[in-house]
């Protein structure tokens, strides 16, 4: 029997996720990242045989993506801000609004030679993306999870990015040390949210890099705390936030740091996304 096709190879794939009722765009990324093809060389290759060894990888993989593993997890890679960061189940998946609170960071630090501590790094992302970006930055990764921290390190070795990596809670295995930036995208959902998340990243997805205590400001408080403790120090401070959390962190630091500057800035789509603190 003649194999079949890349063309009914997809076909099956798209029927198939959209009867468990996923999103289909699925199936063509899953078998584009498999086969190494772009769009274009896909759809010339479309009434050709596929080879028997991709479309077993690829049936497989579809079977993972329905059984609730996320394609970026069953490739291995996901990308962000132009490059491919190793991911599996101990880093969260890089997203496209934080590639936003990197832009912000570079357009605000034109400046060389500055030391920068990416707090909850996870893949390395936004850390080694500034370290690309500015070769001349001195940047520290910290996490609190060993397998992240593993993940980052591999990230940082296959983009030739030499950085510091530290494991610990937030700033508290670097006491003692002022760095010019401090940026992080800490867990910050509340666990009410949970009945509105996607099942696939709440099945997948570390919940320790996603959930937060007290409507997922915890970590946000704690680190201002530990800021105003002068466990660690920076000139600039720049957060991630969930989008309706814009005011109650403005509010947390403005508590702690009344004479900080503190700036919440919108994403492409119009939501709060991103606070920086600049202390004067």
Excluded: C
Aim: charged letters at 20%.
């Amino acid at each position: 029997m003649a194999n079949r096709t890349y063309y009914e190879a997809l076909k099956w794939a798209s029927l198939f996720v959209q009867k468990n009722q996923l999103d289909e765009s699925a199936a063509t990324y899953l078998l584009q990242e498999l086969s190494q093809l772009d769009q274009t060389h896909l759809l010339i290759k479309y009434r050709q045989p596929m080879p028997a060894q991709l479309d077993e990888q690829y049936v497989n993989a579809i079977n993972q993506y329905v059984n609730g593993v996320p394609p970026q997890y069953i490739i291995g890679t996901a990308p962000f801000y132009g490059e491919r960061f190793v991911v599996n189940e101990n880093v969260l998946i890089p997203r496209q609004e934080t590639e936003e609170l990197v832009e912000w960071i570079l357009s605000a630090n034109p400046q060389s030679a500055l030391s920068v501590l990416d707090v909850g790094t996870g893949s390395g992302a936004i850390g080694l993306t500034l370290k690309k970006q500015r070769p001349d930055w001195q940047v520290v990764l910290s996490d609190l999870s060993e397998g992240a921290l593993k993940v980052a390190q591999e990230n940082a070795e296959r983009l030739n990015t030499p950085v510091k990596t530290v494991q610990g809670d937030l700033l508290k295995p670097l006491a003692g040390t002022q760095f010019d930036v401090i940026v992080s995208n800490p867990p910050y959902i509340s666990r009410s949210e949970v009945a509105e998340m996607d099942a696939d990243v709440l099945k997948s997805e570390p919940n320790m890099a996603l959930f937060a205590d007290h409507d997922g400001l915890a970590i946000y408080e704690r680190l201002a705390d530990q800021l105003k403790q002068g466990v660690a120090s920076a000139k600039q401070v720049f957060l991630e936030i969930g989008f309706q959390q814009g005011k109650a962190v403005s509010q947390i630091f403005k508590t702690r740091f009344p004479a900080a500057t503190v700036t919440v800035r919108q994403d492409i789509a119009g939501h709060d996304r991103m606070v920086r603190i600049s202390f004067n």
